[in-house]
């Protein structure tokens, strides 16, 4: 008797996976099956299967996925958006000022969670990246976009991580400001699911 991953076409599996770049998900319900015979079939076949980087880079090219992630990301919020009078109010406190989230130290500086050697570290010190965190941080207006709390400690935190994302670290769009709490919770989350 033939295992169901014999029964995929290796030409046909290779399209779609390869090519189309379609996910292990996406083909299985090409193929209707379960994700086993395709994981198999791709091992079997010899098809470069993506790392779980590639994977996450590709979602977040597609502009329908990464709304998807940023949505799954913000999964649970239940503030409403910043009122016109909130946001008057705080583009008027930042005129003129240095944003008082600057030079925050030690537990609350943004990512701490993230500073895993000296040179990423150092990274975070520069002006660069001080520019992206104040950028993300204003187009968010000051306020966590999980739960909506305005306060002084916020972090800007990266949806695809900034260790393994180099290219996307001062990407904008990579960029989501959180409450410190929101943040904490959002990498156990991330841990919980591997
Ligand atoms: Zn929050
Ligand atoms: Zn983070």
Redesign the pocket.
């Known amino acids: 008797m033939r295992a169901i991953w014999q029964n995929i076409p290796k030409n046909e599996l290779r399209h779609q996976y390869s090519t189309l770049k379609k996910s292990v998900e996406k083909c299985s319900k090409h193929f209707g099956c379960s994700d086993i015979p395709i994981k198999r079939a791709l091992k079997e076949y010899g098809i470069p299967v993506r790392t779980h980087q590639q994977a996450q880079q590709l979602r977040w090219s597609n502009p329908e996925h990464r709304k998807e992630m940023i949505r799954k990301l913000l999964a649970g919020q239940t503030h409403p958006p910043p009122s016109e009078e909130t946001k008057r109010k705080i583009s008027e406190a930042q005129i003129g000022k240095k944003s008082h989230w600057y030079g925050v130290r030690g537990k609350d500086n943004p ?1 701490y ?2 500073g895993k050697s000296k040179r990423h570290r150092t990274i975070r010190c520069t002006a660069e990246y001080k520019q992206w965190q104040l950028a993300v941080f204003k187009r968010d207006w000051y306020a966590c976009q999980r739960c909506g709390v305005h306060q002084k400690v916020l ?1 800007a ?2 949806i695809l991580p900034f260790i393994d994302f180099p290219e996307e670290r001062f990407t904008l769009d990579n960029g989501c400001t ?1 409450c410190p709490e929101c ?1 904490r919770y ?2 156990t989350e991330e841990m919980q699911n591997g």
Request: charged fraction near 10%.
């Open positions: 990512n969670k993230h972090h935190h990266h959180l943040h959002i990498h």
